[in-house]
């Protein structure tokens, strides 16, 4: 291409046009191309100037520079004298390897050597509507989250249809990509441009990956198609410029477009000029750009928006299938299982990014780790800061000079003050007005309020844009990108601010969505004494004041004392305070379908109180009614086991009851009635069995076993008739036995309201355990202090 450039008499008059509508001095423009006054004036005359000053002095009046200047002939040839497909064939085998080796890897975070792009490359899902765009109400964005049982959910979930990536980008020929950051949107670009080269996808169109941020910082400033010609030439190709604007004009370059929100505010007008100008004038070929979806505040007309979907499930196991096949086949199984058993951690993994550093945390250790405010905080700082430090890219600083710290504690007031009014979504302008009560009292801070409101809305889009921490959901409606987050800036706040004084927190000791912020905090606290101690106080306070619960914590003290164990005796409390509680015969009375959860509810607060022992797993199904012989040792928890298989045998009494009481009718109820029948029948068999100790209670049982009919199916219908009328006495008087040999099967008959308040007071005590167990610094003293009196009635603590 020629040194130097003049204007073509058209070129000039639209310069000149240009030049008059922008009511610009020639200093101005001379100032902006960074050139002296003279260039201005020679390119004003016609007279050449050098190329790099001539496509600047275009770009500034908005111009494109080929329409302007006075062209040679052969840029000007006709595109229909050239052999196309021979040059596109020439061109793809000429950037073959530089296309390969710019995209045909990935290395991120802490990874000790690239990986490439197809052995880690997992498809992206896009989603045809953009979700900020979307004006719907937080009832909405509400619909079937688990609010009030906290069965976890995840943020923003999206209902509306995916579809595949690469079918959108089949679909458009201008498509602009969003996402969040660590979405997987250059991946996906350096992917595309891998099939391209490889001639699985537009085999007939030459490839060409550009990073919007080299581009923008090109020395000389150059237009998109100079860029593209420079590009290349590097590559070998002869007369560059020519070949670029042949094969664009052709349809033939699928150019891609990458991070248009890392290129710097100075040069967004320009840049985003180039890439406007050049898709609207070789409108055949194609165009894809990635973008951050919160710093996309343009248009470009002629294309098309979609978002990238978050990771779902299949897409999770895909990426860890892959990362650990070939280096460990072992954990590439763990993996998965690890995440399950952690639903905060795998919130986390939807996002490919945070995914990747899940996946180096476990392949470094083949665990996640214990502390997981620790695990948290990394993820974070991934975001915050090292994302972007790691590619070098400096983003405008648009929080009031705020540190890292700075930063995380103003986070931190907005996740607290929207979680204590149990907003999971919030409006912006309840955002906005907590970054203004934050940033108001900084140092310089200014004391108007429009100022002020000003500042909130640019820190609120910069918080957005740079880090993904917080995401518009919907139409002026936020959250935090993942409630894992929002729980750990929540847990934060109580560490900073608190001061000793948990009182608010602790407060919420009975609230299911407060559990990970109390293990959070136990966690970032130097010492957590203060907290485990007032837990402990506000669990004690749950039932002081009933007598009838005090009676039956006296209750299980006594039957605790009177067994013998293996296990602690806080553990043997733990144990038979669920066993015997109203809530163990309503869910063993509805075992089919919720057996597992029952399981581990029943025995999760026993095993973790007793380090050094498993109290073991035990099968409810009435299909299959075992002893807990599986787990229970045969010498030492011979009491266990017993108790166990008479409150078993209770509970199945109660509901045979229960059922044939019913005019029930079908066949499935049939076999259900049937089923708990046989299961009644199984477990009063091992009891009977188990009763070796007592004769008197041996004898009782196999009297009532002697009584009980036949449960053969063949048998049920006279069974059903004998039951209807004699099983509610048969039930009692199995009950009655139970609490003269076993001072267990008490009918305490609590209200409805006891009931939920015995279910707190479990829920209390197992997270305070959960608390404990974590990894927190709790004196040895106050563990001392709190295992003496854990389960205990008031009357029994001294």
């Known amino acids: 291409m020629a040194r130097s450039l003049k204007a073509s008499v058209e070129g000039l008059k639209k310069a000149e046009l240009a030049f008059n509508t922008k009511g610009k001095t020639q200093e101005y423009l001379a100032g902006s191309v960074d050139c002296t006054r003279q260039v201005v004036i020679n390119f004003f005359a016609r007279r050449t100037v050098a190329t790099r000053f001539f496509q600047a002095i275009c770009t500034e009046l908005g111009l494109d520079w080929r329409e302007i200047a006075e062209l040679d002939a052969d840029i000007q040839a006709p595109i229909q004298d050239v052999d196309l497909d021979a040059l596109v064939l020439e061109v793809r085998e000429k950037i073959h390897a530089s296309i390969q080796k710019r995209c045909g890897t990935m290395r991120v975070l802490d990874m000790e050597q690239p990986i490439t792009i197809d052995s880690i490359y997992t498809s992206v899902n896009i989603l045809e509507k953009i979700s900020r765009n979307q004006r719907r109400s937080i009832e909405e964005l509400l619909d079937g989250c688990e609010i009030e049982n906290f069965d976890r959910f995840i943020l923003g979930t999206v209902r509306q249809e995916r579809i595949p990536a690469l079918k959108a980008v089949e679909r458009h020929d201008k498509l602009m990509i969003l996402g969040k950051p660590g979405a997987g949107k250059t991946t996906f670009l350096k992917w595309l441009a891998l099939q391209c080269n490889g001639g699985k996808f537009n085999q007939n169109r030459v490839p060409l990956f550009v990073t919007l941020k080299e581009f923008a910082e090109t020395e000389g400033q150059p237009d998109l198609l100079s860029f593209i010609g420079k590009q290349l030439t590097e590559w ?209 801070a200014s004391n108007d309020s429009e100022t002020l409101q000003l500042d909130s809305e640019a820190v609120l889009n910069s918080i957005a844009a740079q880090h993904g921490l917080l995401v518009e959901r919907a139409r002026g409606i936020y959250s935090f990108s993942h409630l894992t987050f929002q729980e750990y800036f929540t847990a934060r706040w109580f560490k900073e601010k608190a001061d000793g004084d948990f009182g608010a927190l602790i407060s919420h000791l009975t609230d299911k969505q407060w559990r990970e912020v109390f293990l959070l905090t136990v966690g970032m606290l130097q010492s957590a004494d203060k907290l485990v101690l007032g837990m402990k106080r506000e669990i004690d306070r749950l039932l002081a004041q009933d007598e009838k619960l005090q009676e039956f914590l006296c209750w299980v003290e006594e039957k605790s004392r009177s067994t013998k164990s293996r296990y602690k005796l806080l553990a043997v409390r733990a144990y038979y305070l669920i066993l015997a509680s109203p809530r163990a015969f309503i869910l063993i009375m509805t075992a089919l379908g919720v057996v597992d959860r029952f399981l581990n509810n029943t025995f999760a607060l026993a095993r973790a109180l007793d380090f050094n022992h498993d109290l073991g797993h035990f099968d409810l199904d009435p299909e299959c009614i075992v002893g807990p012989d599986v787990a229970f040792n045969q010498e030492h928890d011979h009491d266990h086991a017993l108790d166990y298989a008479v409150t078993v045998s209770i509970a199945f009494a109660l509901d045979c009851d229960r059922n044939y009481a019913r005019a029930l009718s079908g066949a499935q109820d049939i076999e259900r009635k049937h089923d708990y029948a046989c299961a009644l029948a199984r477990a009063l068999a091992y009891a009977l069995a188990r009763a070796i100790e007592s004769t008197e209670l041996q004898e009782s049982l196999q009297q009532l076993k002697d009584r009980l009919p036949d449960t053969s199916s063949e048998n049920h219908e006279n069974f059903e008739r004998w039951w209807q009328a004699n099983g509610r006495d048969w039930a009692e008087e199995l009950r009655a036995i139970m609490i003269q040999h076993r001072n267990i099967g008490h009918d305490w008959q609590f209200s409805e309201a006891q009931k939920e308040l015995l279910q707190q007071y479990y829920d209390a005590n197992k997270l305070l355990v959960d608390c404990l167990n974590s990894d927190c610094y709790v004196s040895r003293e106050v563990r001392a202090e709190i295992e003496a009196s854990l389960l205990l009635p008031i009357k029994s603590r001294s």
């Open 236 to 444: 070998g190709i002869e007369n560059a410029d020519v070949v670029g604007a042949k094969i664009l004009q052709a349809g033939r370059l699928i150019v891609l477009l990458d991070g248009l929100d890392e290129v710097k505010a100075q040069d967004h007008d320009r840049v985003l000029n180039t890439i406007r100008q050049t898709a609207e004038k070789f409108d055949a070929s194609q165009f894809v750009i990635t973008c951050r979806i919160a710093a996309k505040e343009y248009i470009f007309e002629q294309f098309t928006e979609v978002e990238v979907a978050d990771f779902d499930d299949e897409q999770i196991a895909d990426f860890a299938h892959k990362w650990f096949q070939l280096k460990d086949p072992v954990k590439a199984k763990e993996f998965p299982q690890e995440l399950k058993a952690n639903p905060g951690l795998k919130e986390l993994a939807t996002n490919p990014l945070l995914l990747t550093l899940l996946c180096l945390v476990f392949e470094s250790g083949g665990r996640f780790p214990v502390n997981r405010a620790e695990l948290y905080k990394e993820g974070l700082d991934v975001l915050l800061k090292k994302w972007d430090a790691k590619r070098n890219i400096r983003r405008e600083e648009v929080y009031k000079q705020l540190s890292l710290q700075r930063k995380e504690d103003l986070l931190s007031q907005v996740a607290y003050n929207a979680f204590e009014r149990s907003d999971y979504f919030f409006k912006q302008g309840f955002v906005e007005e907590q970054i203004r009560e934050y940033i108001r009292n900084l140092p310089n």
